[in-house]
């Protein structure tokens, strides 16, 4: 049985007349990527920050490593790390110094040069942090995050506002902590992200969370199946023959197959009988939309 | 230790940043350096055009030879002469600009001769006065026929003096309208008129004015802009420069950073402190340093005027992370923090007396800490005199206890 790290149970969190978590619960196992996923303003944030011991919940039960939040911060800070949204650090101190200065906080013996050499920061250490491009500035927050050999290490949306190759860049450096046996919390609103990166996954909507399981669960249960589509009537004729269940929708016929190999298959025979199929894998963004009826732009947007 | 390292932190993250070095230590070095040398290197001279009318056989008469020299020994003026042909209104027009101040003075045709007429009759006033004086006090004890003789004597005297009937001896002095410097150039010039009047008559001066202080050293203007330069940008290091930092910090995610780590809030605060007093003796250091290589002011900091500093930075440090931790936008924090420091720098008295301020300033700047924190380092580091500084150890020691208490309240480690 796999050691629960974190357990937070129907919490509630009010802002005046605002309901931002309205009893919220889930665990956070030791060793996984547990990724909240969810438009902004869902209460990511909210929950990540009372996590860290950064905000007061209104309600419920918060516990990590099975202490209850409540007069364990100090003890809770000591064992973990953070990486806040939109991180910044001293401007005008080196990578190093930055580094350095949260390894000293804790007063734990780190190799920082190691830390360095895991984020691909070794040959900027001597940069200072305010000269930085965005994604070299998430790298140094994680490594900050690292500096104190912590237990668990909270992510909040650490991709936000990247380019595409610093995104791939950064999700290779997390995969790469949770091998060496990490746990790690992390919130984004990228499907992409979930994908690439989660053990398992809440998604969360208006301070509710909707679901939690693992991610390739969702994705089998509620990520729309491996599928083919076409609208030519010979094509039609053949899917029939093929396909595990038929649906006809918006003069299209769609054929839904057991595994990826068997919609490459029926899609190639198609394409070979100079047919125009179309082809869709399940993934996370139709969970979401299939769980949550809409999905989220790259600003982090719900569309409904 | 803990808040030991967050100290050097914050201290090398501020010691590189070019603004805020420029802000704390050139800002108030170049104004001290600008204002000692324009009111602390003692009064400049006063230029002065002078025309010499009062020619003998084309020769300048004895006594405005005196009295033209006697001007120039006097230290306040130096002279320009003009040609005694000259029309005055004229020669302004045409030698200086408009609105440009000028002082002319006109010693004018047969001066010297009418002085010493009106000297002699003068003279013989002051004998008649004198002889009617010795009458009146001593003539009961005199023989009568010294009595008549001096009678005699004064009867006749009084009929020549009456006789003589000089001309007035006058100078004339034009100034600009507007002129800020013409009451202390005409004071000046008066000054010296009156001196000749009392040679011309022999006296010799009964009252003498002579300037002093009680202290025993003696003070310099720069003894006064040192502390309060001092003090004033201790204040403005904690009142401008630690406001907008805390505003700062908060922006770019470095508070909460720094919040998500085991550092206590006490810790968070005690180190900002710790840096802003670090900076205060530097700069007390450079300022007392800079005030003894080039102005050459006196004192010695002592374990008073020390422990001042360290109540003052405390006090305005307090005040910054009270500001900043209340005003959450980073401009507005920097405006607020302008709007508290420049009235309080410009009307505590920092930088002049407020003895020259309208009474109604004066009470103002005596509700402001600046006054005394200016004030007691003066007392502590020139006056040499703790006893004077009690004042200001209690009102800046009361206020610092407020303030570091309201930091420590305003500031949010945890959000609500």
Known sequence: MRRKVIEVRNLVKRYGNILALSGVSFDVYRG?????????GAGKTTTVEILECLRNPTSGNVKIFGMDIEGHEEEIKQRIGVLPQEFGTFERLTVEENIRFIAKIYERRVDVSNILQTLGLLEHRKRKFGELSGGMKRRVGIAMALASCPEIIFLDEPTTGLD????????????????????????????????????????????????????????????????VSISEKRGIRILRKVGEKIVQQDGKTTAFFKSREDMLEAFLYLSRHGLKPEMKEPSMNEVFLNLAGGRINEHGELIQ | MKTLHLTVVLFKNWIR?????????????????????VFGGGAGRYSIWVQNRDLENGSPSDLSIAFISAMENSGVFSIKMI???????????????????YRVLVIPENFGKKAAEKGIKVRGMIILSSLDLIVETYGEYMD??????????????????????????????????????????????????????????????????KFT???????????????????????????????????????NGILKRVAATPLSKKSWILANLITQVILAFLLTIIMIFLGRLIFGTSGTPDIFFICLVLLGATLFCAIGITMGGLIK?????????????????????????????????????????????????????????????????????????????LAVKITKWKEI
């Open chain 2, 329 to 405: 936008d980073v401009e507005a924090a920097s405006a607020a923090g302008n709007l508290v420091a420049f009235p309080m720098m410009f009307l505590s008295g920092a930088f002049w007396p407020i003895e020259i301020m309208p009474e109604i300033l004066q009470t103002i700047a005596k509700c402001m800490p600046l006054y005394y924190f200016h004030q007691g380092l003066r007392q502590t580091l020139i006056l040499g005199n703790p006893a004077g500084a009690l004042t200001s150890f209690v009102v800046l020691g009361a206020l610092s206890v407020v303030f570091v208490l």
């Open chain 2, 17 to 37: 940043s070019r603004m805020g070095v420029f802000f704390s230590f050139l800002f108030p070095v170049v104004l001290l350096l600008i204002f000692g040398s």
């Open chain 2, 144 to 209: 009568e026929n010294n009595l008549r003789s001096i009678q005699e004597g004064k009867s006749a005297l009084e009929n020549w003096v009456t006789g003589i009937t000089p001309e007035e001896a006058t100078l004339i002095l034009y100034v600009q309208e507007g002129d800020a410097s013409a009451q202390v150039v005409s004071s000046a010039v008066q000054s010296i008129v009156q001196a000749f009047n009392n040679s011309l008559i022999s006296a010799q001066s009964v009252i003498e004015v």
């Open chain 2, 83 to 101: 040609p005694p042909s000259v029309e005055i209104s004229s020669w302004v027009k045409e030698h200086i600009p408009s609105f440009t101040s």
């Open chain 1, 32 to 40: 996984e990527i547990f990724t909240m996923v969810g438009p902004n």
């Open chain 1, 164 to 227: 595409p190759q610093a995104r791939q860049e950064l999700w290779q450096t997390i995969k790469n902590l949770r091998k060496k046996g990490m746990t790690i919390f992390l919130t984004t609103h990228y499907m992409e992200e979930v994908e690439a990166l989660a053990d398992r996954a809440a998604l969360i909507l208006n301070g509710k969370i909707l679901i939690t399981d693992s991610v390739r669960s969702l994705i089998s249960k509620y990520g729309g199946g491996f599928r």
């Open chain 2, 213 to 251: 202080t009680l202290s025993e050293r003696t003070l310099k203007p720069a003894d006064y802009y040192v502390p309060g330069y001092t003090a004033a940008f201790i204040m403005t290091n904690g009142v401008i420069g630690l406001t907008s930092n805390i505003s700062e910090f908060r922006r």
